[in-house]
């Protein structure tokens, strides 16, 4: 069976940016999985897997835009640095989380200087080409539970009765 629309896909991948550094790979034997189509993983990547099969490998080079975008100065907000712990020696590149009305958010610390810490809420591979070794691990027909992204039960989550997704 090919990738397409609606079809049920695992792959095995390595994602390395242009300096050759891993930034992140699937475990053995826990591949990623997800349903074609239904933009759970970056468009560039998503475009590339169409049409390929079960065993199949591919090395996938995905530009910024069809990535996780260019680095959006928009998203760069200054926080006083007095909302931060006291004890903590801020530096650029440190990572922290921050509750919003909707939910926790990740953000790097861009500048750290004074009385103000400029924060990057882009994603932290936004501007990056990103490079994918890819195997082709099992596609098949998604469920309709898996179309809808949700489980046997309705659910968005796994549920214990039925397996789960």
Partial sequence: MKIQSETFVSID???KLDSGDVVDKSEAGAPLEFVFGSGQII???????????QGERAAVVVEAAAGYGEVN???????????FPA???????????????????????REAEGDVVV???????????LH???TVVGVRA???????????????TSCSHCGGH
Avoid: S
């Avoid at 924060?119 to 080409?129: C, I, S, T, V, Y």
């Fill in 13 to 15: 991948y390595t994602l």
């Fill in 87 to 109: 004890d903590v020696d801020i530096k650029a590149g440190m990572m922290f989380n921050a509750e919003t009305p909707h939910g926790p958010i990740r953000f790097r610390v």
């Fill in 73 to 83: 100065e928009e998203l760069w907000n200054e926080i006083p640095r007095a909302e």
């Fill in 142 to 156: 998604a469920t309709p539970e898996e179309i809808a992204g949700t489980d046997c039960c309705g659910q968005h």
């Fill in 132 to 134: 994918f070794d890819v």
């Fill in 119 to 129: 924060a990057d809420f882009n994603h932290p591979l936004a501007g990056e080409r």
């Fill in 43 to 53: 468009p560039g990547l998503e475009r590339r897997l169409a049409g390929m099969e």
